[in-house]
């Protein structure tokens, strides 16, 4: 299960990853923020055997170097777990390391492929996909929130007698059929 120590990371990690993400970028752009194969995948492979230990989800440190692991992974679920796991691959492309991993949980008994992304150099971050995609389209959901609370906060101003401003843009009318507008026979 992850601690509440995880929260404050992850909003941390929320902050910082996006930039990571990019498309296109140089080489002095989010690759240099991608960690090694070897590396990964020792991180990764570290990561689940301390879970099927029984231990704690992080930070751990890399046994190979001096290095933090931080864990992002939302899915564990309280007494579920991780019985055994295979390290399936690595998936080749842009962006983050990613590897497929079967995992094989018990209470309730299942058996999945899952995607884990790796990215950062210290610390180096092992994402659950779920938890790396929230991360990098945090950005959206912010963007959608401060609208939210502009026009929240219009409304609430005409509710108090001033005048009503609607930031969401101009309204268009529904054409009328009477007027020969689209429909209109």
Known sequence: MVGRGFAKEFVLAAFLLPGLAGCGAS????????????????????????WKNGEATGPLKLKSAPIAIQVA???????????????????????????????????????????YYLVGIDPLWVFRQEDYDAV????????????????????????????????????????SLESGGAGAP
């Not at 989010?30 to 995948?41: G, H, K, L, T």
């Not at 796991?85 to 999945?112: A, H, M």
């Not at 509710?159 to 401003?165: E, T």
Request: hydrophobic share 35%; with cysteine; proline share 7%.
């Open 136 to 175: 990098v389209h945090w950005d959206a959901c912010a963007a959608d929130e401060s609208e939210d609370a502009a026009y929240r906060h219009a409304l609430a101003g005409h509710a108090a007698g001033g005048p009503r401003r609607d930031v969401r843009g101009p309204r268009r009318e529904a054409p």
């Open 27 to 50: 080489s002095s752009g989010y690759e240099r923020y991608v960690p090694d194969s070897a590396r990964a995948q020792e991180a990764l492979d570290q990561t689940l055997a301390a």
């Open 73 to 115: 992974d939302s899915t564990r679920r309280p007494g579920q777990r991780l019985v055994g796991y295979e390290l399936l691959g690595e998936i080749s492309g842009e962006g983050p390391r990613t590897f497929v991993v079967r995992l094989k949980l018990d209470n309730p008994v299942v058996e999945r492929e899952v995607h």
